[in-house]
Structure formats: structure tokens, C-alpha cells
């Protein structure tokens, strides 16, 4: 079974980042062959400083190998070091409907942020499609906002078998429910560009403070709360502490009395400790670049192998060879 899936170079790695997606993809790679990337290509619709696209791009994969994506185990790699992928997203693009793209919320919620509408931003989700369908793909770890890309994955892989026979296999998106939407600390979808994130790394003074930042509701710390299950502060608090732990201050959250700042405080030592060693890895990788490097080279040897042998057969299936 190949698992397979990607994250933008596009700013430091929050914590819906890895609940979402890297922690479900580093639990998958002991059960299958995992292709992991750095989306580099498609960082390339929303950022537009070289420096910063290189610089993200050697973070991410400092933080994926520190949070125990294992190269040993997993196929990890630049996105851009296999550009075999570009020329499928052209044979891609000639069976995909403008209307597929049309109503995709991401490209929507983009333009709606005030993004310039350019090609690549609209052509973005057929270049996602190349991505998985490269690599024979069968499952797609991602949070619930990239389910609507892997739909269309299978769409236009769909499309593409009526139109030239069977050449793609068609992949399933694999999204745990518990954690498809991690909250930010407005309580809106946690997100890099939305300025609600909480980062899996950084300064211990900046992240305690954003911790501190959590927005609350407007009812006193003494009331109860019946729906204190819904409150931020305690679903980020049962992502990084032990359940009893958590679950005993949302009891104490509902019945009312519990102090907002204590709860936050209990938040910020049970995330911090989560990541305890994987900061002490960080710092290690970090010292140790020519490494990381190396793993990304590996990577996509392996990785360029593969996207070879199936573009191959995407090009005599449709008349190219
Ligand atoms: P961002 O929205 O911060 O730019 P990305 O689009 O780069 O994040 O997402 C990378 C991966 O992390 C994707 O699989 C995405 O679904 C997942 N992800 C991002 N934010 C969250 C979140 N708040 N909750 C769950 N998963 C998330
Ligand atoms: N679009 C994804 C995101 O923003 C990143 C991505 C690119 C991806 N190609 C992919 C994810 C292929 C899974 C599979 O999060």
C-alpha cells in the first residue's frame, strides 16, 4: 500500500499541522511504503520571496524529521526534485473540467483573502492530482479542508482512465475525524495564514503568550458550561495531555469556577511537554544539516523512480510515447 502526502513550505508548522496530517502520516509509515514531500511547487502560488520559500523549506523538513517522520521508514522529499510531476499535471489538465476547479473552496477562500487570481492558483488542485497519482497512491493522510482536493484527485483520475484505460490508481483520503478541524486560538480552523496559530516550534516567551492568547467567551469564569467541550482552549488541551487530565478540566470547565488563566496555564505545560524531545531532535537536525539534505536527495532518487515508471505509462496511454 503506497500512503502519501505533502505540506507547503509556506510558514512555521502549527499544531493543526500535525494533529491533522503529520502525526497520522508518521503513525502510517510503519504500515505501508510512505512518500512524504515538501510542497514546494505549490507554495509557489501564495509566496513569493525565494529566500523565505528556502528557508520554510528547510524548516519544514528540520520539524517533520524532529516530530519522527522516519527516512528510514518513509520516502521524504522536495516536491521540486521530481519535475516529472509538472508534465503530468499538463496531461491532467486536458481531461479535467473547468467546472471542477471552478468549485473549489480553497481557490474560492484565496480570492476571497484578497490573493491575485493567477493560473496557478486555479490550476493548483491539478497539480495536487499529479502529486498522488504519480505515485500509485492508495491513501492520502490530510485534515478535512484538503478532502475536496483528494475528490477531485479522483475525479480527473477517473476521467482519465474512461478517456486513454486503466492507467491511475484511485486513492482514498484517509482524515481522522477527531482531529480533521484543529482549533485556533479564535477558535476558527488553526491556520498558518489566519494569524491564530499556535507553532509546534519556536520561542518558549512567544508560544506561552499566544497560549495566554486563547480567546474565551464572554461568560464568567464562575458560570457553568454546559457545552465546555466546545471551548478551545480544552480541545487543544486533549490533543497534547493525558485524557484524565483533560477530561477533568473540562468537568471542572462545566461545572464552573475553574479560572480561564488556569486552564491556560495547564494548556501551555502539557503542550510544551508534548514536544519536549521533539525540540531536543530539532536541535540536533539543526546542527546537523549536510544530513537533512542528504535525506531529501535520497528521498527523491527514490521518489523520481517511481514518478518515471508511472508517467510512462500515462504517456503511452494516451499516444505520447
Ligand atoms: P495552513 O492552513 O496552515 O496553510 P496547510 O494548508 O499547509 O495549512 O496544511 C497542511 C496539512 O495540514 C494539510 O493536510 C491540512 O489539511 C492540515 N491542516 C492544516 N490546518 C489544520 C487544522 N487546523 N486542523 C487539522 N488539519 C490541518
Ligand atoms: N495542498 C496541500 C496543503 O495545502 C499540500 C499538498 C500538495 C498535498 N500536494 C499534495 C497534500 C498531495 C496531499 C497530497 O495542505
Sequence with gaps: MRILSGIQPSGALHLGNYFGMMKPAIELQDRGEAFYFIADY????????????????????????????????????????????????????????????????????????GFAPSHGLFAYPVLMAADILI??????????????????????????????????????????????????????????????????????????????????????????????????????LKLVAPTAVAQDFEDRLRAGGLGYGDLKKALFEHYWNCFADARKQRAELAANRDFVHQVLRDGATKARAKAQEVLKRARRASGLD
Design 42 to 113: 505549490h507554495s509557489m502560488t501564495s509566496l513569493f520571496d525565494p529566500a523565505e520559500r528556502r528557508q520554510n523549506t528547510l524548516d519544514v523538513a528540520l520539524d517533520f524529521l524532529a516530530c519522527g517522520l522516519d527516512p528510514q521508514k518513509a520516502v521524504f522529499f522536495k516536491q521540486s526534485d521530481v519535475p516529472e510531476v509538472t508534465e503530468l499535471t499538463w496531461l491532467l489538465s486536458t481531461v479535467t473540467p473547468m467546472g471542477l476547479l471552478e468549485r473549489c473552496h480553497s481557490y474560492k477562500d484565496k480570492l476571497a483573502k
Design 135 to 236: 505515485y500509485d497512491s492508495n491513501l492520502v493522510p490530510v485534515g478535512q479542508d484538503q478532502k475536496q482536493h483528494v475528490e477531485v484527485t479522483r475525479d480527473i483520475a477517473i476521467k482519465f482512465n474512461e478517456q486513454y484505460g486503466q492507467t491511475f490508481v484511485i486513492p482514498e483520503p484517509e482524515i481522522r475525524e477527531s482531529v480533521a478541524k484543529v482549533p485556533g486560538t479564535d477558535g476558527e480552523k488553526m491556520s498558518k495564514s489566519y494569524g491564530n496559530a499556535i507553532e509546534i516550534f519556536g520561542e518558549e516567551k512567544v508560544l506561552r503568550k499566544k497560549v495566554m492568547s486563547i480567546v474565551m467567551d464572554s461568560r464568567s469564569p464562575a458560570e457553568a458550561k454546559p457545552d465546555a467541550d466546545k471551548n478551545n482552549a480544552i480541545q487543544l
